[in-house]
DNA sequence: TGAAGTTTGTGCGGTAACGTACAAGAGCGA
DNA sequence: TCGCTCTTGTACGTTACCGCACAAACTTCA
């Protein structure tokens, strides 16, 4: 249970290694589970393990020395938390924390260091899945600059749900403001144009996707723009994504 | 004249390399001058060659589907365009622009990614060039989201000057409100606003720095976060930074 | 079943920036 | 020197979101 097998990792950065790199790096990752809002790293400390989520999701988020906090990018099972480190670095500049309970597989800094410079295809591949998470900041920072809050928020639920594979997402108003630094009674007003329209459904710390197609019509265009290039960084097809399930 | 020697270099990553890594490099490195306004990269076309900036500075922008344009970064002497060549990918997700004249050393990527190769000192300084940019893109979209634009202002001649060196910048109000991402008008105001605190001066496209000091203190903390990371990147000391001059 | 805590709805004055329009000033070329 | 173009100032109604406050609804747990 501790130790992984590639048929059964759903991680899709190790699901796509050759089985002999797969086995130098299996020794190095640890099953952890992460819980709701559980520091993954702290902005300025030291990263001593990245994490690969095998389910839920991680957010990181910028933080301004007044206090506030901006999600700046999720990751799921298509990524790592942690991309500092990839690219060299000792510490942390953004906060990573979980936003589902979860389970993920932990590597040591120093290992994936080994693991990189042996394994030039996991190298390759961790850095490009680098190039898209920085797109993806990319992207966030001129969708809040120009897209009303309504299509964000859905953009952001459509993240969710891709990266969670659930269409019940344990998420109260308050936390989705802090991720879209907005206020929360912004978010409710928000929210409940959503599901006066039919695609969410929601109660007490409980968001259901009711109309996924009705929530993609919904969003900007930064979702569909981000989710073509994880989509392209696993060498899939633009059409035939695959889609997770939707709520009755 | 077209092929550089070390002494002589100004670009900073350039410069960082010992001797017997540059020379390896060098005869890659071609000078090319930059017009005020030219294309670097497009959104979406491949990259052919990276550019190391000697003077001048070059701006990524996100673009959205419907034109508009977000600056995300900015480029001088400290860096590179082309951070996705870099990471292994052909294309350009965002838009580079030269922002004002001046001179880079153009390196076909093939050729990076030979050196890159080769020279492990070369790699890794490009690796933690990558960081430092990606900490900038991330700061700058919480300070779009959080800062009024008086701030964001004041801190982006900031950056503008640090990366130029020189107090007067021919820029207009227009440029600078699309690499803003917000209304002319509003930039109008905004500078009116520093131009009676006697921080900057302007008249027809020429924006002159008075004020360092005081341009430092009216913009937000992204700035000097932001610096700091870049001053990190070459090994100086949090204290003693070399300042750009100031006109009288 | 009652109380306490959490989550959401709603209202309201305030404001930064939008969107647009027009006028005035500055520089450039004929 | 006269116009044309580029750049900047300014105005004004509109809007999205802030900042805050309070009530209502739901959940949990004693």
């Not at 099953?31 to 994490?51: K, M, N, Y």
């Not at 989520?53 to 298509?78: K, M, R």
């Not at 109260?172 to 329209?197: E, F, H, P």
Request: proline share 4%; net charge negative; glycine share 8%.
């Amino acid at each position: 249970m501790a130790k992984p097998t590639q048929p059964n990792i759903r991680n899709r950065l190790l699901a796509a290694l050759a089985p002999a790199e797969f086995a130098a790096v299996a020794p190095m990752l640890t099953q952890v589970t992460l819980q709701l809002g559980q520091p993954i790293h702290r902005a300025g400390d030291g990263i001593e393990d990245v994490f690969f989520p095998e389910t839920g999701f991680i957010s990181a988020l910028a933080v301004l020395s007044d206090g506030y906090h901006l999600e700046i990018g999720l990751i799921g099972a298509e990524g790592v938390a942690g991309v500092s480190a990839i690219l060299g670095s000792d510490t942390s500049y953004s906060e990573a924390m979980c936003q589902t309970g979860g389970v993920a597989w932990k590597m040591a800094t120093a290992n994936l260091r080994k693991a990189a410079a042996e394994q030039p295809h996991f190298r390759e591949l961790l850095l490009k899945y680098v190039e898209v998470f920085h797109i993806q900041v990319a992207q966030t920072a001129a969708c809040n600059a120009h897209h009303e809050l309504g299509q964000r928020l859905a953009r952001w639920l459509l993240g969710a749900h891709d990266r969670s594979g659930v269409v019940e997402l344990s998420l109260t108003q308050d936390l989705i403001a802090i991720m879209l630094g907005v206020r929360r009674s912004t978010v409710s007003v928000a929210a409940a144009q959503l599901q006066k329209a039919g695609i969410i459904r929601y109660q007490h710390g409980l968001i259901t996707i009711v109309d996924r197609i009705g929530l993609e019509n919904a969003a900007c265009e930064c979702y569909e723009s981000v989710a073509g290039e994880y989509r392209r960084l696993f060498g899939e097809h633009p059409k035939d994504l695959p889609k997770a399930p939707t709520a009755a």
